[in-house]
Protein backbone atom coordinates (compact mmCIF):
# COMPACT_ATOMS: atom_id res chain seq x y z
CA UNK A 1 0.00 0.00 0.00
CA UNK A 2 2.93 2.43 0.75
CA UNK A 3 4.27 1.96 -2.63
CA UNK A 4 0.89 2.80 -4.49
CA UNK A 5 0.82 5.85 -2.00
CA UNK A 6 4.37 6.84 -2.83
CA UNK A 7 4.07 6.12 -6.62
CA UNK A 8 0.60 8.79 -6.67
CA UNK A 9 2.68 11.54 -4.76
CA UNK A 10 5.19 11.04 -7.26
CA UNK A 11 2.62 10.92 -9.98
CA UNK A 12 0.79 14.21 -8.56
CA UNK A 13 4.14 16.27 -8.38
CA UNK A 14 4.91 15.38 -11.88
CA UNK A 15 1.76 16.73 -12.91
CA UNK A 16 1.30 19.86 -10.82
CA UNK A 17 5.14 20.85 -12.16
CA UNK A 18 3.86 20.13 -15.18
CA UNK A 19 1.14 22.32 -15.03
CA UNK A 20 3.31 25.28 -13.41
CA UNK A 21 5.92 25.00 -16.32
CA UNK A 22 2.69 25.65 -18.77
CA UNK A 23 1.30 28.56 -17.18
CA UNK A 24 4.73 30.38 -16.94
CA UNK A 25 4.94 29.48 -20.69
CA UNK A 26 1.05 30.77 -21.38
CA UNK A 27 2.28 33.83 -18.89
CA UNK A 28 5.09 34.71 -20.84
CA UNK A 29 3.37 34.26 -23.87
CA UNK A 30 0.50 36.41 -23.46
CA UNK A 31 2.62 39.32 -21.64
CA UNK A 32 4.73 39.29 -24.52
CA UNK A 33 2.08 39.81 -27.08
CA UNK A 34 0.13 42.25 -25.07
CA UNK A 35 3.55 44.54 -24.66
CA UNK A 36 4.35 44.08 -28.28
CA UNK A 37 0.71 45.21 -29.33
CA UNK A 38 0.70 48.28 -26.95
CA UNK A 39 4.39 49.11 -27.88
CA UNK A 40 5.13 49.08 -24.06
CA UNK A 41 9.17 48.15 -24.65
CA UNK A 42 9.92 48.70 -20.87
CA UNK A 43 7.61 45.30 -20.03
CA UNK A 44 8.14 43.69 -23.52
CA UNK A 45 12.21 43.52 -22.01
CA UNK A 46 10.87 41.46 -19.59
CA UNK A 47 10.05 38.55 -21.02
CA UNK A 48 11.64 38.61 -24.86
CA UNK A 49 15.46 38.21 -25.69
CA UNK A 50 17.22 41.04 -26.96
CA UNK A 51 16.19 40.52 -30.69
CA UNK A 52 13.09 38.54 -31.36
CA UNK A 53 13.22 37.11 -34.88
CA UNK A 54 9.66 37.27 -36.37
CA UNK A 55 9.42 34.82 -39.35
CA UNK A 56 5.93 35.71 -41.65
CA UNK A 57 5.74 33.66 -44.40
CA UNK A 58 9.53 32.60 -44.59
CA UNK A 59 10.45 36.06 -44.42
CA UNK A 60 12.27 37.12 -41.27
CA UNK A 61 11.62 40.33 -39.50
CA UNK A 62 13.07 41.52 -36.71
CA UNK A 63 12.01 42.99 -33.19
CA UNK A 64 15.37 44.78 -31.40
CA UNK A 65 13.98 44.93 -28.08
CA UNK A 66 16.99 46.91 -26.46
CA UNK A 67 17.06 49.40 -29.24
CA UNK A 68 12.85 49.76 -29.27
CA UNK A 69 12.77 49.20 -32.80
CA UNK A 70 10.88 47.04 -35.32
CA UNK A 71 9.92 46.49 -39.03
CA UNK A 72 6.79 43.79 -37.82
CA UNK A 73 3.82 44.83 -35.30
CA UNK A 74 1.42 43.40 -33.79
CA UNK A 75 -2.60 44.45 -34.62
CA UNK A 76 -4.67 42.94 -32.44
CA UNK A 77 -5.95 40.94 -31.03
CA UNK A 78 -4.51 37.30 -31.02
CA UNK A 79 -6.46 34.30 -29.59
CA UNK A 80 -5.78 30.70 -28.14
CA UNK A 81 -2.84 30.08 -26.51
CA UNK A 82 -1.79 26.62 -25.98
CA UNK A 83 1.82 25.27 -25.04
CA UNK A 84 3.84 23.07 -27.26
CA UNK A 85 5.92 20.52 -26.32
CA UNK A 86 9.04 18.60 -27.81
CA UNK A 87 9.69 15.03 -26.00
CA UNK A 88 7.55 16.11 -23.31
CA UNK A 89 8.98 19.54 -22.36
CA UNK A 90 7.13 23.02 -23.37
CA UNK A 91 9.13 24.49 -25.40
CA UNK A 92 7.16 27.26 -26.73
CA UNK A 93 3.53 28.24 -27.01
CA UNK A 94 0.77 28.04 -30.21
CA UNK A 95 -1.43 30.96 -30.98
CA UNK A 96 -4.61 30.21 -32.72
CA UNK A 97 -5.35 33.11 -34.35
CA UNK A 98 -2.66 36.45 -34.69
CA UNK A 99 -2.23 39.27 -37.46
CA UNK A 100 1.15 41.05 -37.71
CA UNK A 101 2.27 43.50 -39.98
CA UNK A 102 5.09 43.87 -42.39
CA UNK A 103 6.24 46.44 -44.43
CA UNK A 104 2.70 47.73 -45.09
CA UNK A 105 1.18 43.74 -45.37
CA UNK A 106 -0.97 42.25 -42.90
CA UNK A 107 -0.68 38.40 -42.44
CA UNK A 108 -3.31 36.58 -40.71
CA UNK A 109 -2.82 33.01 -39.20
CA UNK A 110 -1.42 30.98 -36.74
CA UNK A 111 1.76 31.08 -34.63
CA UNK A 112 3.86 29.42 -32.22
CA UNK A 113 6.17 31.50 -30.25
CA UNK A 114 9.27 29.85 -29.19
CA UNK A 115 10.78 30.56 -25.60
CA UNK A 116 14.26 29.97 -23.80
CA UNK A 117 15.64 30.00 -20.38
CA UNK A 118 17.91 33.61 -20.75
CA UNK A 119 19.68 34.75 -17.68
CA UNK A 120 17.28 32.68 -15.33
CA UNK A 121 13.98 33.72 -17.05
CA UNK A 122 11.95 32.19 -19.55
CA UNK A 123 11.80 34.21 -23.07
CA UNK A 124 10.34 34.83 -26.07
CA UNK A 125 13.16 34.68 -28.85
CA UNK A 126 11.47 34.04 -32.20
CA UNK A 127 7.76 34.05 -33.57
CA UNK A 128 6.52 32.06 -36.74
CA UNK A 129 3.59 32.99 -38.31
CA UNK A 130 2.15 30.78 -40.60
Do not use: Q, Y
Not at 5 to 19: F, K, M, P, Q, Y
Not at 54 to 69: R, T
Not at 97 to 120: C, H
Amino acid sequence: MERRALGLVCATLLVASTIVEAAGHIDTAAKFLTAWGRGNWEELATVAADRVIVSVGGKESLIHVSAKKTDVTLVPPFKGLTTVRTEGKVTGVSVDEITVKVRGEEKKGRGTLLLEELAGKLAVVKLVVR
